[in-house]
């Protein structure tokens, strides 16, 4: 598990980013903060971590306040989750994390050059494109190594998105953008 931050200030003060990384299917988790405190790590870890995929052998974090705290260290003994830290001159020792975070960063900042402040309408994009983009190492996606088959995308089925299936001629088009953008 890792932190991520501070990003320009988003959609309810989130300017930071937690990060979970499973170290055999590769697959991300990661959720926006808007601070770093213990409670937000022991519920992202609870949410989505215990009541998803179950309880984890191990964690590996760096040595911040927010994973080192009594509480955290309390609730992962009480889970039966074992607890590793970095050591501050060999952080490549949750290189997992290190390279989920390099995935996300360059996700987003390919999506956002622009609109620094929408990175969080953005992650849930980056995710999908990394879960269902079969990795280097394994040869198969994240998807497939968490779920045990591929994910069903609507480009692969051929279903119609509702812009397809919709059609609007140039004035209906014109006046529904406007009834959209009257606030």
Known sequence: MDLLG???TAAGQNKYLI?????F???IEAEPLANI???NVLRFFKRNIL???GIPQVVITDN???????KVREFMAKVGTAQHFTSVEHPQTNGQAEAANRVILGGLKRRLDKAKGKWTEEL???LWSYRTTPHSTTGETPFRLTYGTEAVIPVATGASSFRTEIP???EDNHKILREELDL
């Open 25 to 27: 299917t590769k697959w």
């Open 19 to 23: 990060v979970a990384v499973d170290y």
């Open 168 to 170: 609007l001629e140039g």
């Open 51 to 53: 009541e998803r995929f």
């Open 124 to 126: 849930h994009s980056v």
């Open 37 to 39: 405190t213990t409670f």
């Open 6 to 8: 501070p990003f320009p």
């Open 64 to 70: 911040g306040t927010q994973f080192t705290d009594k």
